[in-house]
Structures are given as C-alpha cells and as structure tokens.
C-alpha cells in the first residue's frame, strides 16, 4: 500500500509523493538537504560567534576611550587651583564664604538680632469707584470692583515700587520695604484719598538692622549678608546664636581637597567598572556543546592574551614608580590610591584579585595639604603613562579596532559564502525534487502498462485464444 505525502515550501507549488512508489519521498528530500546544509550551518554559528566577539571589543574599546578621558582629567590645571576655603561650625545659623584674600583663623561670631523690613499692615476695601493711591511716591490706579490681589500683584510687577505687597487669607494687605534695615519712624508713606486701603492700629513694624559680634568687637548691618566683619569673609546670618557662639574658620590658600578627592573617587570608580567588565569577559568560558545562538556567542574573549596584557599593565601602573619623580610621591600608592585590600584569615580579596582599586581618603587628604605641588605631579605624570597604555589598544586606529575591522571583514566573507551556498542549495533541492517527480512518473506509467497488460491477458484468456 503507497504512503501519500503533501508538501508545500514558501512559494513552490504544492507537490504530492508516493503515490508511485510508496515512498515519502518529501521526507527523503529533506533529510538529504539537512545533511547537505551542515557546512552552511557552521558557517552561520562561525559568523555569531564573529558578530558577538564584535560586539564585545567595540564595548571594550569604549569602556576604555572613556576611562582614558577621565585619566587625561588629571592633568587639567583648574583641578589644582588655588583657592581659600572657609567652614561654619553651624551654618544655619551662620555661613561663611570667602571672597579674596581672608587673614587665615578663626573667628566667634553671636548674632542678637537679624536685619529685617519696616512693615504696615491695611485693611483693603474694593473701590466702587476709580481710585488712585500713592505708596513712596508711586501711583497706583485701582478700577472700580478690583480686589486686593489685583492690586499686590500691580505693585509686585513695578519694578520702581518700594515695597512688597502680600494678601493675607482675610483679605488684609501688608506691605513691607524692600531692603532690610533701620528705618527709624517713617517708612511706607501712604495716601489713599478713596479709602481703599486703612492702616491697622498699632501693626506697623519698623526696619531693624542685624547686630551681631565678631570676636566679642559689635557690629551692625542693614543686611543679613554682612561683608565688613571678617576681612575677605562674606558672613550670612541665618539665625541668632542662643546657644553660643558659632565658629568661623578660615583655611590658609591651597588646592581644594574636596576637588581632588571628588576627581579620583569618579576615576577610581570607573577604572573599577572598567577592568571588571573586561575580567568578565576573559573568565566566562565558551559553552561546551552550544545549541542556542546565545550559547555560540558566549566566551568570545576567553583568555584574549592582549585585553589580559592590559590588565597587567593597567594595574602595574597603579604601584609602579613614575620615572624621574621623588620616592615620597612618585606613585598613585603614595595618595591613598591601592588595589583591593587582602579579606579576612589572610586571603586575597576577589577585587584584589581583579585589581580594583581602593582609596584611602584621609591619606589623599594629608597628601594634599602637605604637598599639593607633589601631588599635581605625580597625577599628571601618571595619567599621562596609563594614557598611552590604554590608547594604544584603544583609541581609533588602536588594535583593538584593527581587530574589529578584520572581524568585518571576515563577517563579510562569511556572508557572501553562506548566500552563494543558499542559492546552490535551492538549486540542489529542486533538482532532488524533479529527479524523485521524474521516478514517480515512470513508476506510474510501467504500473499503467503492467496493468493494461493485465487486463489484456485476461482478455484473452476468457476468449479461449
């Protein structure tokens, strides 16, 4: 009994197998071209092993393009410009800032009293008619019908006004001088000949100027911004001193600690992440026997002797002397910059192993302030070397993209291969296709004829001939 088989491939016309010879012949066809594609299959895991080790060098390049600017960063002048630094033992109630040139020391400042504003405080009444009222010398229209936040609003937006103006939820308006300080019994003059705004009884509030001492001399200011205390100190009062006195100390000029320290804590941090990612992709093996296109990507840089070369160097550069540069201060070891500490019971830490980096910012600090000059060297000098390591792999034209290049190349080859071998490949299954059609019809005529023979027998038997 012949087996039937359909089959239909993408635009190919329906074919029905078998029905000669018994045989699936779709199903024979397809076995062979499986074998038949075997190298093309090789061909196409070659190519995503190729695409995947792409990929990965080109994100290596970049990880290391960026961590050779943030090394060049060093060397930028601005990092290590002197300037004064000024700190407040209580900066909410007083702040300090440097302006040029402080006499270096501390100083005790108490504040008694903060500078503030002269204020009157009206009643407000809707006009029902035009009214015009003048507050300082400026005149103010106010429409029949217009409320209270109409009118606070046109004195706030005129910039000639002398007040500010604030309406409270009951309606009331208060206005209050723009500059703080003494004002003694007339301020905020208001004429009003329609009666719209009515000064409350016993509301108004002179201007006072700050009083405060610096080191037990007194002291006044119009403003809460005080400039003529401390010589090239710029004080800001934020609070009186109930509890004692605050504690201004100003630093002798130098190069800021916080800069520098913020500029290698960024560096550190990126070197970390860096030579991390690289360790990873030198450490995670090709998996045994692939099946999945992700598993044919894995471990593309498994041992690569030139990213393992770099580490080395990237973290020999780390305790190594710089040539020409005193012992005291010729390596990045000597500011506090080292690679990862040894964990407990004496065993080598993992980030010790990768060679992260650690940084030791009380030691950073000390180097700073004993010998900014050294420092500043010592970095410049540094980063320059680890520069030019890192660039020769990875800046443009480095080997890094010579092997991405030739990864291309190669992709491109392989491409042109894989497609010149589909097309033979379709032109093998449809030769297969016409040779097994071709079988199936003269197996079909032969059974036609050994029929018809048949049936001649027959014929002739029952004839009696």
Known sequence: MSTLAVSSTGNSPVTISGLASGLDTSSIISALMTAERQPVTRLTHEQEKLQAQQQELQSVQSSLQQLALAASEFSLPSLFETSQTVTSSEPLRVSAATTSGAGIGGHEVEVTQLANSAQRTFTFTSPAAEDTLTIDGSQFTLKAGETAKELASAINSDSSATVYAAVLESGTLVLSNRATGTTGGEFIKVSDPGGALVEKAETAKEGKDAEYTVDGVAGSSSSNNVTNAIAGVTLTLNGLTTTGPVTINVQAPGASVSAVEAQVQSFVK???????????????????????????????????????????????????????LPGEMSSPADIGIGVGAASGGGATSQTAI??????????LKEAIESNPAGVEKMLQQWSQGLQSAVNSTA??????????NGDASQLTELTSQINTMNEMLAVREKALQATYAQLESVLSKNASQAQWLTSQEASLTASGI
């Open 395 to 404: 800046e443009p034209g480095g080997t890094l993209e010579a092997r991405t």
């Open 270 to 324: 990126l070197y970390n992440s860096t030579i991390e990612a690289i360790q990873k992709q030198l450490t995670t093996k090709p998996i045994a026997k692939p099946e999945k296109t992700s598993e044919y990507s894995t471990g593309t840089l498994f041992g690569d002797l030139e990213l393992g070369s770099l580490l080395a160097n990237m973290r020999q550069s780390m305790y190594e002397p710089v040539a020409g």
């Open 354 to 363: 990768e060679g992260q980096l650690t940084l030791n910012s009380a030691k």
